[in-house]
């Protein structure tokens, strides 16, 4: 196949920090589709966490930079940060469409994702136009029959990952009670959190 002519993953989130979970997730899904590569998308604003203050978005941009740095298929969009408004993604999804208008796109997200997937934001707007893919390591026909009632078959795609039980929201919890970080994300993130006192407060 023509490397250009392979689909794209969008990935989104508020990579706050950025940690394994994230990156193995987009790895798999990567090679699931042969995908020509992951592009992650940081929301500026997310629409479902409107109560909690985000990490200034360059220190997540950083942190996401220094996490794909070594692999060549992830890259960055800066869409939504440059926005500056409440993060919708199906102005995203339009967006991407309009610019990858001959290519495959789909529409990276976890299992968690998947389950308020009805309360997007108009969601079927974003499911008519582009695919999910969700990585679940079990569980894929007890989550599928419900959607298969709301969803034209194909929309939602299962794929085989490993289940990494790590969490943003974990990672910013031990940094501020002076725990170790050490293996739940790259070395070079973990370095700036703590160079830049990310959390601590």
């Known amino acids: 196949m023509n490397h250009q002519k392979k689909p794209i993953i969008l990935f989104g989130g508020t990579f706050d920090p950025v940690h394994y979970g994230h990156l193995i997730l987009a790895q798999r899904a990567l090679e699931f589709v042969d995908a020509q590569k992951v592009i992650f998308i940081p929301c500026y604003s997310p629409p479902h966490k409107l109560g909690y203050k985000l990490t200034h978005w360059k220190h997540r941009l950083e942190m996401l930079k220094l996490a794909i740095s070594t692999s060549t298929k992830f890259e960055i969009s800066t869409f939504e940060l440059e926005r500056k408004k409440i993060s919708y993604t199906y102005i995203t999804v339009d967006e991407f469409c309009k610019i990858y208008k001959d290519i495959k796109l789909y529409f990276l997200i976890g299992l968690d994702s998947l389950l308020t997937l009805t309360t997007w934001e108009n969601w079927e707007k974003i499911v008519s136009k582009i695919d999910f893919l969700v990585g679940e390591r079990i569980v894929e026909q007890k989550l599928a029959q419900p959607y298969n009632k709301l969803f034209v ?16 929201s974990e990672i910013r919890t031990r940094v501020k009670k002076g725990l170790s970080i050490k293996f739940l994300l790259p070395q070079e993130v973990e370095e700036y959190i703590l160079r830049k006192k990310i959390y601590q407060k």
């Open 153 to 168: 078959n194909g929309k939602i795609i299962f794929f085989p990952s490993p289940k990494i039980e790590i969490s943003s």
